[in-house]
């Protein structure tokens, strides 16, 4: 079964570099979620979209933005890099049920491992 | 504003034990609940969603057990073995009429099972 493709897997920067990390979700899911993982640290909630519209908004900083796209996959943006960004970023996708609320699973991808030097 | 504990913080058991891992969430208000594994540096793997109409949820040699009201859910892993060493994780989905279903996580229970 396919599941959620995050791109790249790894990627290095320098400070106050730019960064783009893309999602692809799982084909018919609407709803996309992204989560910062620092090191040692759960997993924080960002930011998601459902049919292509933010529908919630985190503990996202001000440099990063993200959009999902017509065809669903979503891209995280992320610029002015700093040393405090270099985590684990995941994504995650799901239906949402609107008659019945979010009954199904969320899938998460892989993850991206963002290192910033 | 829902948060989300889980006890023990770190667990080291010797091989074949059955243990129990707590998650205590705040706001019973929930959707569902949710119990991740993750190996280090990886991503991670979802074990069991329960619905908050649900009590409890088995795959295998998982268990887990929700108490809305209470605000606790446990998972139960029988006869433990060195592959379920890992961080596991619970999640909890809030009910909210703004239509976000975001995932609030715990602090997860670092757990290591001895040969």
């Known amino acids: 079964a396919a599941g959620v493709i995050q791109s790249p897997r790894h990627l290095i920067k320098e400070k106050r570099e730019t960064a783009t990390l893309k999602c692809y979700p799982i084909?018919?899911?609407?709803?996309v979620y992204w989560y910062q993982q620092g090191p040692g640290q759960d997993p924080q909630f960002l930011i998601s979209f459902y049919e292509k519209m933010q529908s919630d908004k985190g503990s996202i900083p001000d440099r990063f933005s993200a959009q999902q796209f017509s065809d669903y996959h979503s891209e995280l943006n992320m610029s002015s890099l700093e040393l405090g960004d270099s985590a684990l970023y995941f994504c995650?996708?799901?239906?949402?049920?609107?008659?019945?609320?979010?009954?199904?699973?969320?899938?998460f991808g892989p993850g991206t491992r963002l290192t910033v030097t | 504003k829902q948060e989300v504990t889980q006890i023990p913080a770190a667990l080291s058991v010797p091989e074949g034990e059955n243990l129990v891992l707590n998650c205590s969430f705040t706001?019973?208000?929930?959707?569902?609940l949710q119990w991740f594994r993750q190996d280090p540096g990886k991503g991670l793997t979802s074990l069991l969603l329960i619905q908050s109409s649900q009590r409890e949820q088995t795959s295998g040699r998982l268990n887990a057990s929700l108490d809305k009201s209470s605000g606790r859910s446990t998972l139960y892993i029988a006869a433990s073995q060195p592959g379920d060493s890992a961080t596991y994780l619970c999640a909890v989905r809030p009910s909210t009429t703004s239509g976000t279903y975001k995932y609030i996580f715990g602090t997860g229970t670092r757990l290591k099972v001895l040969a």
């Open positions: 084909p018919r899911h609407d709803t």
């Open positions: 706001d019973s208000a929930i959707y569902n």
């Open positions: 995650a996708s799901s239906l949402v049920d609107l008659a019945g609320g979010p009954r199904y699973e969320q899938y």
